[in-house]
């Protein structure tokens, strides 16, 4: 126990003391850990609302029809379901419904920004359907008319959008049109944008998509765990039982009650405020970094992608190490067209959800872009880099604050 306790505190005070630069990471409120961590966490609910196997479930019940109805009235939707463990959990349950036989998936290139659970031959995903891929264009952008000629030419049962690694608004009206010409359904996995959805930051995909799964921390800013939002009542049967009991057991009913708080909280002005904070810290960022010569990309989200390799003649797991050791987390990531393994890359994908949590302003983006370029172009000390980084998130919150 004093042992857990002891790396407990040691976390905090590498999360207060770093800048945390990951794209899929934020920090939560108090009030979405304070259900994480609560009592809910001893209940066993397997089934749903109305229907468990377990008695004594008339009040996790209730916390669960509560989180429904607040994922249903974030994102304009008629059915949610709020039980994945994950968002993989909540891919591989929407495949099971809109493929319960297998199927083929049009998805995009996995080192052009898709996810593991898009076809990786390492995921289940792969093994359980058929992947075929469309690629970006010579600009890192997406291509509809090439991905309408693939769609015909292959003739997918589902094409997937939202990605994992793609700096760029996604045209989910167009992907639809694309899907309807070709007589194949839409799926949309949008863990990443999905706080931009909910603050009405970047088109949903949710008029569009026969089903739309995400996950529920990233820019969304929650508890870890997963989502699957559909507007069809004959889909969401089927994700109801591709969740549980085809994938799942008992769901986490504490996780549940603080995806509600979650949710409710994405509901507001403030949210709103916070997500446009986010996308424009990040778009300052990129466009510094370009300014002082870095090959970085453009962005219109929360992410954007920087191709160290040429920028600074080091590999991205290289540049992640070098940034980590002064307390700035990165994660090395694959650029389009890269001719380094997914061990190397030749790149970084860096996010501002988290910092921007804490406080991170415009002129904080800025001096981040400054440190990145400086220090891996060697151009101040260890010892400078981590006064910066002190000086910086001395001013920003306390996580235990949020």
Known sequence: MEDILRLIKQETERQNNGIELIASENYCSKEVRAMAGSILTNKYAEGYPGRRYYGGCEFV???ERIAIKEACDLFECKFANVQPHS?????AAAYRALMPNGGKVLSLVLNDGGHLTHGSPVSFSSNFYTFVH??????GKLDYQ??????LREKPDVILSGYSAFPYEIDFKKIREICDEVGCLMMVDMAHIAGLVAAKKHMSPVPYADIVTSTTHKTLRGPRGGLILTNSADLI??????????????PLEHIIAAKAVCFKEAN?????AYVASLMENTKVCSNALKEMGA??????NHLFLLNTLDSFGITGLEAQKKLESIGVTTNKNMIPGDKLSPKETSGLRIGFAAVTTRGCTKQDAQTIAKLIFDYLSNKISDEQAKEVVKSLTSNWKNIEEI
């Open 61 to 63: 019940d209730e916390i």
């Open 87 to 91: 968002g993989s959990q909540a891919n």
């Open 134 to 139: 469309y690629p970006l264009n010579s600009e």
């Open 146 to 151: 090439m991905l309408r000629e693939i769609a």
């Open 237 to 250: 049967k089927k994700i109801n039982s591709a969740v549980f009991p085809f994938y799942q057991g008992g």
């Open 268 to 272: 507001t002005d403030a949210f709103k």
């Open 295 to 300: 090959l970085a990309t453009d962005t219109d």
